[in-house]
C-alpha cells in the first residue's frame, strides 16, 4: 500500500513538470509582394500558450515587429518610385521650346509658366506695333516738313488748327526728327525684349528639365543666431583677445 502511494506521487510530480515545460514553435509567416504602386512587407506572427499551475498565460514569440528590407528590396522600391516620378528629356524639351515657344514647358508639365511667357510676347508685341506706328507716322511728317512741296502737308495732323507753321519752321523740324528717333528707339528695344523672352523660354524648358533629376533634401533649413567671434590682436608685441559679436547663418540642403 505504501509503495502504490510513492509511485502515484512521483507520477503527479512528472505530469506537473511535462505540463509546465510544454514549448511550442511560433509560426511566422513572412509574405512580400510586390505590386505596380509600392513593396508590401507583412509579418505575420501566432502566439503559443503555455499553461501553469494558476492559468493559462499569453505569450508573443514575436522577436520584432518589422521585416528589414533587403538590398534587392530595396533597389526594387527606388526603381517603382522613380517610375512614378516624371522626369522629362532635356533636349527634347529644348528643341519644343525652339519650335514653339512654351511647348517646352507643356512638356515639362509646368502649365503655370505659360502665362508669364504668353504674356511676355504678347506686352512686347503690343509695343511693336504701338512704336512701329508712332515711327511711321513721325518719318512721314518730318520727310515732309523737310521738302518744300506744299502738297506734302502730314505734319499738320501733330499740330493744332491755324498754327503758325513757317515762324517755328526749324525748332519743329528738329521736334519731329527727335520724335521719328525716339519712337525708332523703342521700336527696336521692343524687338529685342521679344527676342529676349523667346530665349529664356528656351533657356528655362531646358534648365528645368536638366534639374527634374536633381535630388533635394526634404530638409531645406535656414538658421540665423548670434554668435561670439574670437579675434586675436597684437597691441605692442603683446596680444590681446578681442571678442566681436555678430549673426550666423547657416544653410541645409
Same mark, same amino acid.
Request: glycine letters at 4%.
Given at each position: ?5 510513492? =509511485?502515484?506521487?512521483?507520477? +503527479?510530480?512528472?505530469?506537473? /513538470?511535462?505540463? #509546465?515545460?510544454?514549448?511550442?514553435? $511560433?509560426?511566422? !509567416? ?38 528589414? =528590407?533587403?538590398?534587392?528590396? +530595396?533597389?526594387?522600391?527606388? /526603381?517603382?518610385? #522613380?517610375?512614378?516620378?516624371?522626369? $522629362?528629356?532635356? !533636349? ?51 520727310? #515732309? ?7 506734302? !502737308? ?100
Amino acid at each position: 500500500m505504501l509503495i502504490n502511494i510513492v =509511485l502515484l506521487f512521483v507520477c +503527479v510530480e512528472i505530469s506537473a /513538470q511535462t505540463t #509546465d515545460s510544454i514549448v511550442a514553435t $511560433p509560426v511566422v !509567416k513572412s509574405t512580400h509582394m510586390t505590386t505596380n504602386d509600392s513593396v508590401h512587407i507583412s509579418q505575420v506572427s501566432d502566439s503559443v500558450s503555455a499553461v501553469d499551475h494558476e492559468g493559462v498565460v499569453d505569450v508573443d514569440t514575436t522577436s520584432a515587429d518589422y521585416h528589414m =528590407l533587403t538590398a534587392p528590396d +530595396v533597389q526594387t522600391a527606388s /526603381q517603382i518610385i #522613380d517610375t512614378k516620378r516624371w522626369i $522629362p528629356d532635356p !533636349k527634347r524639351a529644348l528643341w519644343l521650346a525652339i519650335v514653339l515657344p512654351g511647348a517646352g514647358q507643356i512638356y515639362n508639365r509646368k502649365y503655370w509658366k505659360l502665362p508669364i511667357i504668353y504674356g511676355g510676347f504678347i506686352g512686347c508685341a503690343y509695343a511693336l506695333m504701338w512704336n512701329g506706328t508712332m515711327y511711321r507716322d513721325y518719318s512721314q511728317a518730318y520727310q #515732309d516738313i523737310m521738302d518744300n512741296d506744299a502738297n506734302t !502737308k502730314s505734319y499738320e495732323d501733330f499740330l493744332p488748327a491755324g498754327y503758325d507753321v513757317d515762324s517755328r519752321l526749324e525748332y519743329l523740324q528738329n521736334l519731329f526728327r527727335r520724335k521719328k528717333n525716339y519712337f525708332r528707339r523703342y521700336r527696336d528695344l521692343s524687338i529685342i525684349a521679344m527676342i529676349g523672352v523667346y530665349l529664356l523660354s528656351i533657356v528655362d524648358a531646358y534648365v528645368d528639365a536638366e534639374l527634374s533629376s536633381f535630388d533635394i533634401s526634404r530638409d531645406l533649413t535656414m538658421k540665423v543666431r548670434p554668435t561670439i567671434f574670437h579675434e586675436r590682436h597684437s597691441v605692442r608685441g603683446s596680444g590681446m583677445n578681442v571678442n566681436r559679436y555678430g549673426l550666423q547663418c547657416s544653410l541645409n540642403f
